[in-house]
């Protein structure tokens, strides 16, 4: 998969959706800070300085997918099973596309697809995943949380991108 990375921008899934047409092959879009993270119905995802996984994920589908229901639970079940296996953290699926942990969220999943006739143009998923973030926003600290909020110890977010970047690579 091709990435490309931002020190800033407004959102990786925005950014992905007006400029597909740039990408031709599957592709990464990763960014430090994000200014106007989106999560469903419109809300805000918040996304601190480089403490956190803000990435979006670009398929151009080789293959006739005709059914993408369920796309967003399974991407949720990979990122828990990473999750629990890797570094020992047990989060839970709270439906349509949040995982939670502790009660709180911590990972929000966002997908979109563009059709042309009867085939898939592309395929868009996004994840905001709290990582190292040790402040939220007054409005988020009772529903949020991140990895070390949970755990009091930082994570290598590198490695844990390229982990979910590895999973999700054939899930179209």
């Known amino acids: 998969m091709k990435i490309k990375k931002f ?5 990786t899934h925005t950014y992905l959706k007006e400029n597909n047409s740039k990408y031709t092959e599957n592709t990464v879009i990763l960014a430090e800070e994000q200014t106007g993270g989106i999560g469903t119905k ?28 369920g796309l967003t639970i399974e991407i949720a079940k990979r990122i828990q099973k990473i999750m629990e296996q890797k570094y020992n953290i047990k989060l839970t699926i709270k439906e349509p596309n949040d995982l939670m942990l502790n009660g709180k969220k911590i990972c929000g999943i966002l997908t979109e697809s563009n059709t042309i006739g009867n085939k898939i143009n592309y395929v868009i998923i996004s994840i905001g995943f709290n990582v ?38 054939d899930i179209i």
């Open 132 to 169: 190292n973030e040790d402040k939220f926003p007054n409005e988020l600290e009772n529903i949020a949380t991140s990895l070390y909020k949970e755990t009091g110890k930082e994570f290598n977010k590198q490695k844990i991108i390229e982990d979910f970047i590895k999973t999700l690579e």
């Open 42 to 69: 419109g809300r805000n995802w918040h996304t601190g300085s480089n403490k956190n996984i803000a990435m979006s994920m670009l398929f151009r589908p080789q293959k006739n997918v005709k059914n993408l229901e």
């Open 7 to 11: 020190k800033t921008i407004s959102s």
